[in-house]
Every structure is written in structure tokens, then in C-alpha cells.
Nanobody
Framework: QLQLVESGGGLVQPGGSLRLSCAASGFSWDHYGIGWFRQVPGKEREGVSCISSSGVSTNHADSVKVRFTISRDNAKNTVYLEMRHLKPEDTGIYFC???????????????????????????WGNGTLVTVSS
């Protein structure tokens, strides 16, 4: 069975840093773009950051631009989200999701210049909680 598992969440003070990890099992995601999303109760899930299958292209929501960095290690089937200068409004459950490339259709998730968004992701993790509070 295909599975994504997030880790690295926790409680951190404003201004602090965390590194989230998303690991895939059951398949190789060398040809998948990856997105990070977050959600709080009563609010719509929002895109945070994404990275293309090649790792060359990345995009971020305006609210996290500069502060967050996304990277991937395909040999480990793992994607990372480095979060710095965290703010209380960054609090939420963080999910990673994968979207397969479709070369015949010239489709590569996160290869454009749009903010990260849910483009019918193929696989989702169950989330990891990040709480930013003093």
C-alpha cells in the first residue's frame, strides 16, 4: 500500500525553527511533485510550499516566502520543509501530498509560477501538528 508519513512537528516559540519530513513508502516518487499544505479547524486548507519532481522548481505562499525552504532527497524518498522565524499564524496541521508527472501531457506539478495549490493530489499523509506559541 502506498503511504506518506510526516514527522517533525511540535511546540515551538515564536521566532523559532522546525524541520518537517515527509517520507514515502510502497513506491518511488522520483517522478512526483510534492506539496506541503496546512489546515486549522474552521479554515480551508492552504498550500504552503511545493517542489517539482526534479527539485529544480519550488514555489511558496506569500505568507511563508523567504522564511520556509523545501528540498528533497529522492534516494531516501523524503521531502523536507525547513521553517524559520515561525509565527503564531503558522500553527496548524501540516500535510504532505504527491502528484505524478504526466510527460505526454506536459504536466509537472509545481513546475510553473503559481502559488502551491491542490491540483488533485494522488496521495496524502495524515499530517503532523505544528504549534507556535510563547
Amino acid at each position: 500500500q502506498l503511504q506518506l508519513v510526516e514527522s517533525g512537528g511540535g511546540l515551538v516559540q515564536p521566532g523559532g525553527s522546525l524541520r518537517l519530513s515527509c517520507a514515502a513508502s510502497g513506491f518511488s516518487w522520483d517522478h512526483y511533485g510534492i506539496g506541503w499544505f496546512r489546515q486549522v479547524p474552521g479554515k480551508e486548507r492552504e498550500g504552503v510550499s511545493c517542489i517539482s519532481s526534479s527539485g529544480v522548481s519550488t514555489n511558496h505562499a506569500d505568507s511563508v516566502k523567504v522564511r520556509f525552504t523545501i528540498s528533497r532527497d529522492n534516494a531516501k524518498n523524503t521531502v523536507y520543509l525547513e521553517m524559520r522565524h515561525l509565527k503564531p499564524e503558522d500553527t496548524g496541521i501540516y500535510f504532505c501530498a504527491a502528484k505524478a508527472d504526466s510527460p505526454l501531457a506536459s504536466y509537472y506539478y509545481c513546475s510553473g509560477y503559481y502559488p502551491p495549490y491542490d491540483d488533485g493530489m494522488d496521495y496524502w499523509g495524515n499530517g503532523t501538528l505544528v504549534t507556535v506559541s510563547s
